[in-house]
């Protein structure tokens, strides 16, 4: 049996000169939560896993690669140098086992080779951040890699495939000498059956070349082999690729199953088999058995087997306990198993109603949503599993519920960390297309995803402008909204409409064939479309796009800086309290999801170069909190919030007045200068209060009161010059499978230990021992330093550094010091990462090859 179980214990550490108290971190108790979440499933089934025979291996490690070109040939492994490379079936030298790849660097996947790309200053690169992708530059949009493994004996028989979990942009895949596929999207899984060319009890090579010339979006996306790789292996007669579904509804106080699934023949001869069904709990126990007649299943042809079952009693999946369940589903024939899979799945309703909004098991609420795109500080699009979940802990510490995949299928680490965190998921494809590829990425993505609880809403696209006012457009949602119906009958769907939406021409358009219509911003028409449609359901896919600037509270146009305090919008956007207070007093509105959860590389808003990411986030690129954080986090969160801002080092500034806020959703705060009172206030409901305060130096505190009684206070202290740099890590005890990450803050403090908020010291960092630097970012839109150098300037106080573990147990070392020299000394700090020995997920072995 492939069995590989999540042992994550987050545990936070904090090191500098003096002792620290551990768990000071912003952001600590969001990881918090993502422990308890982990741990509360650590000995649960594994899900969506193979059943042996079947074997499905991480095909990660011990990869090649180098830069191609996509107009020089000869910078390009001659490839296209007579225009006759596919003339000959296997004629492929580089993808040969004999082939000298010894010049080319050892990664690992996932890999994305734009983030290492310099910045250029072009203006048609402005949407991607400014990077050198596309036809216009050849030296940098291609890029090869290479693998060599070993196929036993053993395998003769079986199918061998290998599965993409997405890569940027076009594949072409070469095994053996011979050409086996090509891909031409960015985000949709692929798969190759390579069996015919494989080379039994002996070494065997593969080659990608990945052209990132084209892109999908008008965002940063990445380039390479950004997402996982898989070798699956398994019989003939087999299950076929995400063809398993359970589909649950509630009958009372039991769950009735509705079970599906298709077996394939990829042998010469006919074959007989059954299906059975085994439903295990989150403690390994069985709940319900169910089995499917054996069917002969013709060569090259496959049977379709149903069933049902039922769950007495089930625990549902809910925002706070997501309890999930797992189907055994086994083919067994000549009265043996030949294959098998593992397919997560939870228990739970959801209804979107036109007068009553959004529930789930049949409780109302808002949906707290925000969208995001897939690249997070310096790794760009290739993310470690463990920082899909690290970022998921912050939007829900936040008190999101909610995710939108902005704007394209996601990655399946993010469906699953959705699913085991208790996170609603608006799942959206890339393209709005009923063509032969636009229903093959549709399928592609609802067939992977449709038994994940945490997806409350297929999304058929985004702002598709042309479309929205066309009939073609009704006739190309209709196609694909029919065909969403047909694979998965318990779900609606809509898509991210942008116009004015009580204009009639709308009702022809592509939005008139959606179950739910999707608001993007234009507050001012929505009350109108709901009168004019009053049986329309409807969500507020995309909001806000408020803009700020973590730490920065004076907008500076010739810095590119935006103030943080929650006033600034564009010409098409709202600030949080606008967009949520309409949401949140209209019993009919579900909610939305706020334009964005995290800042993001490419389309830098409100201001260009040199800026290269947004500033549309409610967390800055590396996950720290913007103050508008706080404003969701009172309103949309269940615990008590007072949070003051700006900081309160002013120097200069004496006896100007300072605009003082407090994000709280207590009942009345009181303000202290020095402590001297500046008045007290009630705090409207979904709303903020403020003063104006004369700067001088020392203390301003906020007293947070319900019921006439301070229950919470916040403070910000006037700080001293920095004296010490300060590391704290989320976790100090890690996974050694060569996948698990560490996330740790950069800071530098005073003489007496407080963080100081304006500081931009530039600090290296000396990683050794069991694992790698693998990215570093500071939240800085304008910072254009490498996010791989082991050097980074903070930004208003605050940097990251990402470590990743290596497969041997030990500890990871890291040290930050002072980088240059500006007359400041500063105490460098130490930290220590324990790696801890785990059983890592089924692998392909690498193959060690000899160098020449």
């Not at 799945?345 to 808002?366: E, H, I, P, S, W």
């Not at 694992?771 to 839109?781: K, R, S, Y």
Request: charge should be negative; aromatic fraction near 10%; hydrophobic fraction near 40%.
């Amino acid at each position: 049996m492939s069995k590989w179980t999540r042992r994550d214990v987050i545990r936070t550490g904090v090191w500098t000169g003096a002792a620290v108290a551990a768990g000071s971190a912003m952001g600590g108790s969001a990881m918090a939560r993502a422990a308890t979440l982990l741990e509360q499933f650590a000995a649960s089934p594994e899900i969506d896993s193979a059943i042996a025979p079947r074997e499905h291996l991480l095909f990660d490690f011990g990869w090649k690669f180098m830069m191609g070109n996509g107009c020089d040939p000869a910078k390009d492994l001659d490839f296209g140098k007579n225009q006759g490379d596919f003339a000959k079936t296997g004629d492929f030298k580089f993808s040969t086992t004999t082939y000298d790849d010894s010049s080319w660097k050892s990664v690992n996947l996932p890999h994305d080779w734009a983030v290492d790309l310099p910045f250029v200053w072009d203006e048609e690169q402005k949407g991607h951040g400014y990077k050198p992708l596309g036809r216009r530059y050849p030296e940098t949009s291609v890029g090869w890699y290479r693998r060599i493994f070993a196929i036993p004996e053993t395998d003769r028989g079986r199918r061998v495939v290998i599965d993409f979990d997405g890569a940027f942009r076009s594949a072409l895949v070469f095994v053996n000498g011979i050409f086996a596929g090509r891909n031409d999207n960015g985000y949709a899984p692929f798969s190759f059956d390579i069996t015919d060319y494989l080379l039994y009890g002996a070494n065997n090579a593969i080659v990608v070349r990945m052209d990132a010339s084209f892109g999908d979006g008008w965002f940063y996306e990445g380039a390479g082999l950004y997402r996982h790789v898989w070798m699956t292996k398994y019989d003939p007669l087999h299950l076929g690729q995400w063809e398993s579904y359970v589909r649950s509804e509630m009958s009372g106080s039991a769950a009735k199953l509705s079970l599906g699934t298709v077996v394939m023949n990829a042998g010469e001869k006919s074959g007989t088999a059954s299906v059975k069904w085994k439903i295990v709990d989150a403690s390994g126990a069985t709940v319900a058995t169910a089995q499917a007649e054996e069917q002969t299943i013709a060569p090259d042809g496959s049977a379709t087997y149903t069933a049902t079952a039922s769950i007495a009693n089930p625990k549902l999946w809910s925002l706070d306990s997501p309890t999930m369940y797992a189907a055994q589903v086994t083919v067994e024939s000549g009265g043996k198993v030949i294959d098998g899979e593992r397919v997560g799945f939870g228990v739970r309703t959801v209804n979107f109603d036109a007068a009553k909004g959004f529930a789930l098991n049949g409780q109302n609420m808002k949906i707290k949503g925000t969208c995001n795109h897939q690249d997070h500080a310096g790794v760009g699009a290739a993310l470690p599993d463990r920082l899909q979940w690290y970022r998921l802990a912050v939007l829900k510490e936040m008190g999101g519920n909610a995710v939108r995949t902005s704007h394209n299928m996601p990655t399946p680490e993010w469906v699953e960390a959705c699913n085991r965190m208790g996170m609603m998921m608006l799942c959206e494809t890339r393209q709005m297309n009923s063509s032969p590829e636009g229903l093959a990425q549709l399928e592609a993505m609802i067939k992977r995803y449709r038994n994940s609880p945490a997806i409350i809403l297929w999304s058929m696209g985004n702002e598709e402008w042309t479309l929205q006012t066309h009939t073609y457009g009704h006739q190309i949602v209709e196609t694909m909204v029919r065909r969403s119906h047909e694979l998965d009958p318990t779900r609606l769907c809509t898509a991210a409409v942008n116009g004015q939406f009580a204009d009639k021409i709308m009702d022809t358009g592509s939005a008139s064939a959606l179950d739910v219509e999707g608001f993007n911003y234009n507050l001012k028409s929505i009350d109108q479309f709901h009168a004019d449609h009053p049986t329309k359901p409807t969500v507020g896919t995309e909001t806000a796009s408020t803009v700020s600037t973590r730490g920065v509270y004076v907008t500076d146009p010739k810095r590119n800086w935006v103030s943080a305090y929650d006033v600034n919008v564009t010409a098409w956007s709202e600030t949080a309290e606008q967009w949520w207070s309409f949401y949140a007093t209209r019993d009919w509105l579900p909610g939305g999801f706020a334009w964005t959860g995290f800042d993001y590389r490419g389309e830098p808003t409100p201001y260009g170069w040199p800026s290269v990411n947004s500033q549309f986030g409610i967390v800055d690129m590396c996950g720290f909190p913007k103050d508008n954080f706080f404003y969701y986090k009172a309103w949309w969160g269940s615990e008590s919030v007072l949070h003051l801002f700006p900081h309160w080092n002013w120097e200069g500034r004496e006896g100007d007045p300072i605009d003082v806020w407090v994000h709280s959703n207590l009942e009345e705060v009181e303000l202290f200068l020095n402590g001297a009172s500046q008045g007290s206030k009630k705090v409207p409901v979904n709303g903020h209060v403020q003063w104006s305060v004369k700067y001088a130096p020392g203390t301003i505190e906020a007293r947070g009161s319900k019921g006439g009684k301070v229950v919470l206070t916040d403070k910000r202290e006037t700080t001293g010059v920095p004296v010490a740099i300060r590391l704290t890590a989320d976790r100090t005890t890690i996974d050694a499978d060569g996948e698990d990450v560490a996330v740790l803050k950069v800071e530098v403090v005073d003489a007496q230990g407080r963080a100081v908020p304006t500081a931009d010291n530039h600090i290296g960092f000396n990683v050794s021992g069991a694992g790698a630097l693998i990215g570093v970012g500071n939240g800085d839109p304008n910072c254009q330093e490498s996010d791989k150098a082991p050097r980074r300037s903070l930004f208003m106080g605050l940097a990251q550094v990402i470590v990743q573990s290596t497969q041997m147990p030990g500890e990871i070392r890291i040290e930050a010091v002072k980088d240059g020299w500006d007359g400041v000394e500063l105490t460098p700090a130490k930290l220590v990462i324990t790696t801890q020995r785990v059983t890592p997920k089924p692998q392909v072995p690498v193959v060690r090859t000899p160098r020449r």
